[in-house]
């Protein structure tokens, strides 16, 4: 008898030692587990997008977007606007080896010029304006190079626009996009570049104008074109 009991303490032990830790063990992977492969759906990137603090940040980014164009036609008035679009988005993302999915949000802000600045002296100019307010180093363009297809391309970020009082994130992007007569229609939007590339997301604003008619508009009565895409990334949650 003695050794039959001893038997069962044995059982009882190596059942509460081993065995249920390694039940817990396992369901904490489990979960884990689900938690890495079920990303947020696309209701749940809407009640983030729509949530106060998201709305809040989004207008602080058009409000400080607006100010960076309004500072850029006052410094280059020989730009003529046009209008422009805006494609605004919360897309789900996830670090490599990360169990938990992080949301950001970003608003593409393009605005269309009409311009009859002599080509290369017109780029020079808004690559110092960037430059002067403080986006990065000032790129090297190649305006020998034919406008056409892709157009003339100039792009500037700021990773830390922080000490900027008015800028609504940590990370932002000014791209400039240059075409001509001979190019009509623009072969390529600087409004497509606000289409997400990763999903799952949603879409909390979009307005877009038929580029081929804001571009003949411009067009008519300007020796070129050009498209100045501002990017904010202005919201993120973990």
């Avoid at 749940?44 to 602080?60: G, K, N, Y």
Wanted: proline share 8%; hydrophobic share 40%.
């Amino acid at each position: 008898m003695p050794r039959r009991r001893d038997l069962l303490l044995l059982s009882v032990a190596l059942l509460v030692v081993v065995i249920v830790p390694a039940v817990l063990v396992a369901g904490c992977f489990r979960s884990m587990r689900e938690e890495f492969d079920t990303a947020p759906d696309t209701e749940e990137l809407e009640d983030v997008a729509r949530s106060a603090a998201a709305t809040q940040a989004r207008h602080r980014a058009q409000a400080w977007v607006d100010e960076q164009i309004r500072f850029l036609t006052k410094a280059r008035p020989w730009l003529v606007d046009h209008g422009g679009s805006v494609v605004d988005t919360c897309s789900a993302w996830r670090l490599p080896m990360s169990f938990t999915w992080s949301v950001s949000c970003e608003r593409v802000v393009t605005r269309y010029f009409a311009a009859d600045r002599e080509l290369c002296d017109g780029v020079r100019q808004v690559s110092r304006w960037a430059f002067s307010r403080g986006w990065g180093t000032e790129p090297r363009t190649q305006c020998g190079a034919p406008v056409c297809p892709q157009g003339i391309r100039s792009r500037w970020t700021d990773p830390d626009p922080d000490p900027d009082p008015g800028a609504p994130a940590r990370w932002a992007e000014i791209v400039t996009l240059w075409s001509g007569r001979e190019c009509r229609p623009p072969a390529t939007s600087l409004a497509n570049d606000g289409y997400p590339t990763r999903s799952p997301y949603f879409q909390a604003e979009v307005r877009r104008p038929d580029l081929r008619e804001v571009s003949t508009r411009a067009l008519s009565t300007h020796r070129h074109f050009v498209q100045v895409m501002i990017k904010p990334v202005y919201f993120s949650q973990e």
